[in-house]
């Protein structure tokens, strides 16, 4: 089966075709000629990422496989929530957008935080499947590398969120 993976990211195209193997053939926005801007307007990571499957599917009619994740962080009532990619503006950097959040949390406080991913498979309209887990854990102050991006997760015992 070929599916559309919403993304022009290669990194995330690599890990997706990694996990499913020979199992499905998954295309790029890049690789199906896609390059309308999709505004995400939803109020949770589930709708925003259906948000890209129907606008993806009523392009190309072919099933779409979409994702919304974000860092929400408990003592800034859950923000930047879905809202994250955006967060401090869009001509910000992940790494300055990390460090925009840390001047807004006490250094002296433990800051509890999830990072949340919603997955929907959008085969047709009357096939749909969705899916949300979270990673539970808490903010860093200090930089650290890790292989993956944006809101990094390390285990060290515990979950940890910082930017490399």
Known sequence: MRVVLATKNKHKLLEF????????????????????????TGTTFIENSLIKCKKIYESVKM??????????VESL???????SARFGGK???????????????????KHNVSFVCALSLYINPNRIYVIQEEVKGEITFEHFCCRST????????RTLYGYY
């Open 91 to 109: 001509n910000l950097t992940d790494k300055e957008r990390y460090e925009l959040l840390l001047t807004k949390l006490d250094r002296n406080r």
């Open 63 to 72: 099933p779409v496989l979409a994702d919304d994740s974000g860092l929400c």
């Open 150 to 157: 944006r809101w990094d997760k390390c285990s060290h015992g």
């Open 17 to 40: 075709k990694n996990i499913f193997k020979e199992s499905l053939e998954i295309l790029s926005l890049l690789d199906i000629g896609f390059n309308e801007e999709i505004e995400e």
């Open 77 to 83: 009532n859950y923000e930047p929530g879905v809202l």
